[in-house]
């Protein structure tokens, strides 16, 4: 028996919805210690990864006798969770050797509970393993202001330029028809923790991605008031995005180098 | 030019 009981429904929500798009079919894997799902776009070029702890406070209940996979479309997963209201404790329901996932909605006040199942699907997905390495260069900014520059710059060209220095960094656009830069310095003096800048940097690093990609992962910005961008030259770039109370999204994208 | 690279470069297969 698996069964997760997430205190807010809308943490599930953003969640499906920053990754539908990009990912169409993944595996929720479930275990004793969480819920893990890792999955890459149809070209291979983006990764997902997304870690929710059992023993956070997000969830009220968890359990998980043996670990089970749950292939599921994230399109029909995005549907099912829309009939959830924002407040609404949501219930992940599977058996053991499961054909189909359970939600169920509660509603604050108890007055409203409704029952959805969706069938499950044997997804082929090819794992990755991710090595745990020490990055060049972390960024953490507030995730706005990383979504207005992938936002602005995808205006003027395909790729942005990357660059983190002891300064700061630098996010530059070259295109046909013009080109863009945005700078941030590091901000030690702002009050509020989630609205500073901050570089740590072991190695300069000047790193090309498709801003296709980056303005996809931003759609997860409303899941976290920070991002942490962690950059090695000529390795994929880890865009994350901590979830309070349940773990973290991240997403990997392979860079830009030259042919 | 800059080519887009794959993740499969990467990292190896679990």
Do not use: W
């Not at chain 1, 969706?118 to 960024?139: F, H, Q």
């Not at chain 1, 570089?199 to 008031?225: G, I, M, R, Y």
């Amino acid at each position: 028996m698996f069964e997760a009981k997430m205190l807010q429904s809308s943490v599930l929500k953003k969640i499906i919805e920053s990754l539908k798009d990009l990912f169409a079919d993944a595996n929720f894997d479930c275990s004793s210690s969480g819920i893990t799902l890792q999955d890459m776009d149809s070209s291979h070029v983006a990764l997902c990864y997304l870690k929710l702890r059992s023993d956070e406070e997000g969830f009220e209940d968890y359990r998980c006798d043996r670990n089970i996979t749950l292939g599921v479309n994230l399109g029909l997963m995005s549907k099912i969770l829309k009939c959830a209201g924002n407040d609404d404790v949501v219930t992940l329901r599977a058996e053991d050797e499961p054909n189909i996932l359970t939600f169920i909605f509660d509603s604050k006040n108890s007055e409203r509970v409704s029952k959805y199942d969706i069938k499950l699907m044997e997804i082929d997905s090819e794992l990755l393993g991710i090595p745990d390495t020490d990055y060049s260069c972390v960024v953490k900014m507030p995730s706005h202001e990383f979504q207005r520059i992938c936002s602005n710059l995808s205006q003027l060209g395909d790729s942005v330029t990357i660059d983190c220095h002891k300064e700061g960094v630098d996010f530059k656009v070259a295109g046909e028809q013009g080109s863009g830069a945005i700078k941030l310095k590091q901000t030690t003096s702002v009050d509020k923790e989630e609205d500073q800048v901050t570089v740590q940097l072991n190695e300069p690093v000047t790193q090309s991605f498709a801003l296709k990609f980056l303005c996809a992962f931003t759609k997860a910005t409303s899941l976290s008031d920070t991002v942490n961008l962690s950059l090695t030259q000529d390795t994929p770039v880890v865009v994350e995005y901590p979830i309070a109370q349940h773990g973290y999204l991240r997403f990997y994208l392979a860079p830009k180098i030259e042919e | 030019v800059k080519g887009q690279t794959s993740l499969n470069s990467f990292f190896s297969k679990k």
